[in-house]
């Protein structure tokens, strides 16, 4: 569990220093944030209910010694994981700008979270593949290759971050790109994107126990996929509960206003930090149980 703890813990100081950096923007841009990674991760509920189900066959199918129907796993994995992105994409693209007027009616509010969101959303199948190669290391034994890739993730998009976004970085005469908000999408997207191709790649090179075969991933077994959608339902059905909660916490915080939205989202990244030895031992102990009960 330790080296998962570890990426997570950096992952976790980059969202921080994320949103101090957007909050140089303005109060509206934290905001903005605030209201889409609520709403990002409503339609996160399809990379959980595949990740559980995927955690559970990966790990048992290792620990029977069978090879090839763990890479096999390991391979519809990515390609149903990428399929219920574009899903999800193409229907939070459609429905963003009226769930962003839901929250607030503050145009600079809606604006920043259209050119953030839009960014995001286009990479989702990105964001839900980098989680499946980081699954597919940790299920067969390898914790430190995606510690490795979480922290190498989270420091290029800590250097990305304040380069992409201003004209000139704030507190120096570092001439920037200027792009505000769409700085931080891209520098967000970037850094997943190098960290996913890395690991990936090395994945399709035999750098790990298990390796995939790329004329696999445009061919979707039935029965396979029916298990990885169904393994991981209690477990997404449990998250869209938790999740409404949130959207009608956000809902009523902001009839408080665009500062008292913002500062939910600060309070909600320095919480993260308290949550990840809990999500660390959750994944560490899973595989555990999963490749014993395999065996």
């Known amino acids: 569990s330790f080296p998962t703890m570890a990426g997570m813990l950096l992952q976790a100081v980059y969202d921080l220093v994320d949103m101090i950096w957007i909050g140089f923007i303005s109060p509206e841009a ?25 955690v559970s066959m990966i790990s048992q199918s290792y620990g029977t010694g ?23 994409a193409i229907i939070m693209l459609v429905c963003l700008k009226p769930l962003l007027h839901f929250f ?17 959303l286009i990479f989702l199948p990105i964001f839900f593949s980098s989680y499946s190669v980081n699954t597919i290391f940790r299920c067969t034994g390898d914790a430190k290759t995606p510690m490795k ?18 004209d000139t970085i704030p507190g120096t005469s570092i001439k ?14 970037g850094s997943i994107s190098i960290a ?19 004329s696999h991933l445009f061919k979707v077994d039935r029965e396979t ?3 990885l959608f169904t393994i991981g339902l209690p477990s997404g ?41 809990g999500w660390g031992i959750m994944m560490g102990s899973g595989i555990i149980i999963g490749q014993n009960l395999g065996a």
Not at 153 to 158: E, G, T
Not at 196 to 212: D, P, R
Not at 240 to 268: F, P
């Open 30 to 54: 934290v905001a903005a944030v605030t209201i889409f990674i609520t709403l990002f991760w409503i339609v996160e509920i399809l990379n959980e209910i595949v990740g559980t189900s995927s």
């Open 66 to 88: 069978d090879l090839e129907r763990t890479r096999i796993i390991s391979e519809q994995t990515l390609v149903f994981k990428a399929l219920l992105a574009i899903l999800g």
């Open 104 to 120: 607030t009616d503050d145009s600079k509010v809606i604006a920043h979270g259209i050119e953030y969101g839009v960014i995001r």
């Open 149 to 166: 890739l979480l922290i190498t993730s989270a420091i290029i998009n800590m250097v990305a971050d304040p380069l992409l976004m201003f």
């Open 176 to 189: 920037g790109l200027g792009w505000g908000m769409q700085g931080a999408a891209i520098a967000t997207v």
């Open 196 to 214: 996913f191709l890395v690991g990936f790649i090395m994945l399709l090179k035999g750098k790990a126990v298990v390796t995939i075969r790329f």
């Open 225 to 227: 996929a029916k298990k």
């Open 237 to 277: 059905l449990t998250l869209i509960i938790r999740n409404i909660a949130g959207v009608v916490t956000l809902r009523l915080i902001g009839l408080y206003g665009t500062a008292a939205l913002a500062i939910l989202g600060i309070g909600t990244r320095i919480y993260q930090f308290g949550m990840m030895p």
